[in-house]
């Protein structure tokens, strides 16, 4: 547990075992109030401040309102904590039916407490606590003749160990209690489409869907497809089916089970969206016309629950074996770990992307065809989930915005045309 006091870059850092002791404690003599010393160490700049453990009193006067402590007794505690490397850093004390904002009181208590032991920026944590248990706490230090308060910092691994877990949970009572295929394999899909809407930017949207083009062609029915919010100009629906133009997609994901066996299949379906045909025209950005942009490579990959396969060899030596447009650039497999593919893209010199729509397209081909796999790179498994999120919204960031689209192009199928300019 981690607390940040930004004004002056001061940290906390307690550990959860001494923390839980102090919520028993404080609860342990509700109604009346409670309370102790800290122990803990300094890092070498003196920034931040590790408390590992709580020192109970010996002597104390507790009461609804009251909690007087006195130090007697505990010289070989200290002795022993000194041989350890720790020294005293602060107090605790409980607020029972309170808030942990502090008294005038505790402000009087810390100013005595710095001047009796000579301690700098001494350490009081406040617990807030009623008859179901402990509601808030806050830390604080003495510093310049005031008590400022630390906020609690974010743990970012126990954030994502959470969000793993929930998803994991998720997939799994899938797994278990949908039996027809069919419809578990709809409900995993809906798990991730739901997941990636609600943590992508609002710039992306996610659906299960079809990829057209400009002549007609359209691709596999795509398990998840990532595509632009904002320059989409239509999604056609149609008879349950949605269908969205090839320049929108950032990228394409088929969902399985199980990765065994799939690999191969991930791979074409994902190709069928890469070989449609692309326009690309000028677009207007902060109100200057731009010229029309390269296109841009389309992120492809598969997400499973599990696998299967005893050893990730297998996969790796299935994605080296992908070519062209069939490559898989990630994936996650839930159980066992996310992956990315690095890639060699050797393009022959004097070939680059131009203007030209048609030589863009001759271009982004010859990249996917140069790809030669570089490294293949699994994370842990215990937080498969969300390293693959950050690696998409890495990519995808890598990408930037979609080529506009060519609107006119999609109009000669019905003989019409429109102005593009105003």
Same mark, same amino acid.
């Given at each position: 547990?981690?607390?940040?006091?930004?004004?002056?870059?001061?940290?906390?850092?307690?550990?959860?075992?001494?923390?839980?002791?102090?919520?028993?404690?404080?609860?342990?003599?509700?109604?009346?109030?409670?309370?102790?010393?800290?122990?803990?160490?300094?890092?070498?700049?003196?920034?931040?401040?590790?408390?590992?453990?709580?020192?109970?009193?010996?002597?104390?006067?507790?009461?609804?309102?009251?909690?007087?402590?006195?130090?007697?007794?505990?010289?070989?505690?200290?002795?022993?904590?000194?041989?350890?490397?720790?020294?005293?850093?602060?107090?605790?004390?409980?607020?029972?039916?309170?808030?942990?904002?502090?008294?005038?009181?505790?402000?009087?208590?810390?100013?005595?407490?710095?001047?009796? &032991?000579?301690?700098?920026?001494?350490?009081?944590?406040?617990?807030?606590?009623?008859?179901?248990?402990?509601?808030?706490?806050?830390?604080?230090?003495?510093?310049?003749?005031?008590?400022?308060?630390?906020?609690?910092?974010?743990?970012?691994? #126990?954030?994502?160990?959470?969000?793993?877990?929930?998803?994991?949970?998720?997939?799994?009572?899938?797994?278990?209690?949908?039996?027809?295929?069919?419809?578990?394999?709809?409900?995993? #899909?809906?798990?991730?489409?739901?997941?990636?809407?609600?943590?992508?930017?609002?710039?992306?949207?996610?659906?299960?869907?079809?990829?057209?083009?400009?002549?007609?062609?359209?691709?596999?029915?795509?398990? &998840?497809?990532?595509?632009?919010?904002?320059?989409?100009?239509?999604?056609?629906?149609?008879?349950?089916?949605?269908?969205?133009?090839?320049?929108?997609?950032?990228?394409?994901?088929?969902?399985?089970?199980?990765?065994?066996?799939?690999?191969?299949?991930?791979?074409?379906?994902?190709?069928?969206?890469?070989?449609?045909?692309?326009?690309?025209?000028?677009?207007?950005?902060?109100?200057?016309?731009?010229?029309?942009?390269?296109?841009?490579?389309?992120?492809?990959?598969?997400?499973?629950?599990?696998?299967?396969?005893?050893?990730?060899?297998?996969?790796?030596?299935?994605?080296?074996?992908?070519?062209?447009?069939?490559?898989?650039?990630?994936?996650?497999?839930?159980?066992?770990?996310?992956?990315?593919?690095?890639?060699?893209?050797?393009?022959?010199?004097?070939?680059?992307?131009?203007?030209?729509? #048609?030589?863009?397209?001759?271009?982004?081909?010859?990249?996917?065809?140069?790809?030669?796999?570089?490294?293949?790179?699994?994370?842990?498994?215990?937080?498969?989930?969300?390293?693959?999120?950050?690696?998409?919204?890495?990519?995808?960031?890598?990408?930037?915005?979609?080529?506009?689209?060519?609107?006119?192009?999609?109009?000669?199928?019905?003989?019409?045309?429109?102005?593009?300019?105003?």
């Amino acid at each position: 547990m981690r607390y940040y006091l930004a004004s002056d870059d001061l940290y906390i850092e307690i550990q959860a075992s001494v923390f839980n002791q102090i919520q028993l404690q404080a609860e342990g003599e509700y109604p009346n109030e409670n309370g102790g010393m800290l122990a803990g160490r300094y890092s070498v700049d003196r920034h931040t401040v590790y408390i590992e453990k709580a020192v109970v009193p010996v002597e104390k006067l507790t009461g609804r309102t009251t909690f007087k402590r006195s130090a007697n007794g505990l010289k070989k505690v200290w002795e022993q904590l000194a041989k350890d490397g720790l020294r005293y850093v602060g107090e605790w004390h409980s607020h029972p039916n309170g808030t942990s904002q502090y008294s005038s009181t505790d402000l009087a208590a810390m100013v005595d407490i710095e001047k009796e &032991v000579a301690i700098e920026n001494p350490l009081l944590l406040i617990v807030g606590v009623r008859s179901d248990g402990l509601r808030t706490h806050t830390f604080y230090c003495y510093r310049n003749n005031k008590l400022l308060e630390y906020k609690k910092m974010i743990d970012l691994r #126990e954030l994502f160990h959470g969000l793993q877990e929930q998803m994991q949970v998720s997939l799994n009572i899938n797994r278990k209690y949908i039996e027809h295929p069919g419809s578990k394999g709809d409900a995993t #899909e809906q798990h991730w489409i739901g997941f990636l809407r609600t943590y992508l930017p609002d710039r992306y949207k996610v659906d299960k869907a079809i990829v057209i083009d400009s002549t007609g062609n359209v691709s596999e029915q795509m398990d &998840v497809v990532i595509y632009d919010a904002i320059y989409t100009p239509f999604i056609f629906k149609q008879d349950g089916f949605i269908y969205i133009p090839a320049e929108s997609v950032y990228a394409v994901f088929e969902v399985k089970q199980d990765v065994k066996g799939n690999i191969e299949y991930a791979a074409k379906k994902i190709e069928s969206v890469r070989k449609l045909k692309r326009t690309s025209i000028e677009m207007v950005a902060s109100g200057k016309t731009m010229d029309a942009r390269p296109l841009t490579k389309i992120i492809g990959g598969i997400l499973t629950t599990t696998s299967t396969y005893s050893k990730n060899d297998t996969i790796i030596d299935q994605l080296q074996k992908l070519e062209g447009l069939q490559t898989l650039d990630m994936g996650c497999l839930c159980d066992t770990g996310s992956f990315y593919v690095d890639y060699n893209e050797t393009i022959p010199k004097g070939i680059e992307p131009t203007n030209n729509i #048609e030589d863009n397209r001759k271009y982004i081909e010859l990249v996917y065809k140069s790809r030669t796999v570089k490294e293949i790179e699994f994370s842990d498994k215990d937080v498969s989930i969300f390293t693959f999120f950050l690696q998409l919204v890495s990519y995808l960031k890598s990408i930037g915005t979609v080529a506009a689209i060519d609107i006119n192009a999609y109009l000669k199928a019905i003989n019409a045309k429109i102005d593009e300019d105003i």
